[in-house]
T-cell receptor
Framework: ETGVTQSPTHLIKTRGQQVTLRCSSQ?????VSWYQQALGQGPQFIFQ???????GRGNFPPRFSGLQFPNYSSELNVNALELDDSALYLC?????????????FGPGTRLTVT | AQSVSQHNHHVILSEAASLELGCNYS??????LFWYVQYPGQHLQLLLK??????LVKGIKGFEAEFIKSKFSFNLRKPSVQWSDTAEYFC?????????????FGSGTQLTVLP
C-alpha cells in the first residue's frame, strides 16, 4: 500500500509569486485535506476535497485554492504569496466512504517566502 | 467551531518516568478525539483515537488516553517513557456537524526524553 506523497519537498518563492503544491493520496482513499503548519504551531485546516469537490474550508483567504483530480490526487495553489505563508504544508488522505475519518499524512512541503 | 488546548509546550523527562500530556477541547456536541505524534524528521502519525465506547483507549507503543467528557479532556499517558519517545505530540478533535467536522489540532507538546 503506497502512502501519501507530496512534492516538492522544499520550495523557496518571492513575495507576490504563485505556488502549486502536489499531493498523491494513499491507495483506496478518495478524500484529501490540506493543512498549514507554521513553526511551533499545530496544523491548521485549509480545505478538504472529496470526489473532486471542495468539501469544507478553514479560515483561509480565497488566494488559497485547490483541485482534486479523478485519481484523487490533489493540488494546493497559493496566489500573491505573503511572508506569513512560510510554513510546512501537509496533505492528508482518508476514505470517507468507509466511514473512517482517520487521516494519513504526507511528509509535507516546506515553503519559504522571501 | 471547536478549539483544542494543550497545556504544556515542552516537557522534559528522564527514561522510565511516567508521562501525562494534557489536552482539553471546547465543543458542545459529539466528538472524535485523536493524538498524533511527529518524530524528528518524520511525518505525522496517528498514535490513538477515540470515537465511542470505552473512554480508555490504547494506542501504539504503549500509549493510552482517557476521554473524560465532563472535563472535556483527552489526556495522553504512558507509564514508562523511552528515549525513542522524543517527539512532538498533537491532540486533535473532530466535531459532529458543519464546519466542526474538520480536524482541529492543538499547538503541540514537545517531549524530550533524556537517556
Amino acid at each position: 500500500e503506497t502512502g501519501v506523497t507530496q512534492s516538492p519537498t522544499h520550495l523557496i518563492k518571492t513575495r507576490g509569486q504563485q505556488v502549486t503544491l502536489r499531493c498523491s493520496s494513499q491507495s483506496g482513499h478518495n478524500t484529501v485535506s490540506w493543512y498549514q503548519q507554521a513553526l511551533g504551531q499545530g496544523p491548521q485546516f485549509i480545505f478538504q476535497y472529496y470526489r473532486e469537490e471542495e468539501n469544507g474550508r478553514g479560515n483561509f483567504p480565497p488566494r488559497f485554492s485547490g483541485l482534486q483530480f479523478p485519481n484523487y490526487s490533489s493540488e494546493l495553489n497559493v496566489n500573491a504569496l505573503e511572508l506569513d505563508d512560510s510554513a510546512l504544508y501537509l496533505c492528508a488522505s482518508s476514505s470517507r466512504d468507509r466511514g473512517s475519518y482517520e487521516q494519513y499524512f504526507g511528509p509535507g512541503t516546506r515553503l519559504t517566502v522571501t | 467551531a471547536q478549539s483544542v488546548s494543550q497545556h504544556n509546550h515542552h516537557v522534559i523527562l528522564s527514561e522510565a518516568a511516567s508521562l501525562e500530556l494534557g489536552c482539553n477541547y471546547s465543543y458542545g456536541g459529539t466528538v472524535n478525539l485523536f493524538w498524533y505524534v511527529q518524530y524528528p524528521g518524520q511525518h505525522l502519525q496517528l498514535l490513538l483515537k477515540y470515537f465511542s465506547g470505552d473512554p480508555l483507549v490504547k494506542g501504539i507503543k504503549g500509549f493510552e488516553a482517557e476521554f473524560i467528557k465532563s472535563k472535556f479532556s483527552f489526556n495522553l499517558r504512558k507509564p514508562s517513557v523511552q528515549w525513542s519517545d522524543t517527539a512532538e505530540y498533537f491532540c486533535a478533535v473532530r466535531g459532529s456537524s458543519g464546519s466542526a467536522r474538520q480536524l482541529t489540532f492543538g499547538s503541540g507538546t514537545q517531549l524530550t526524553v533524556l537517556p
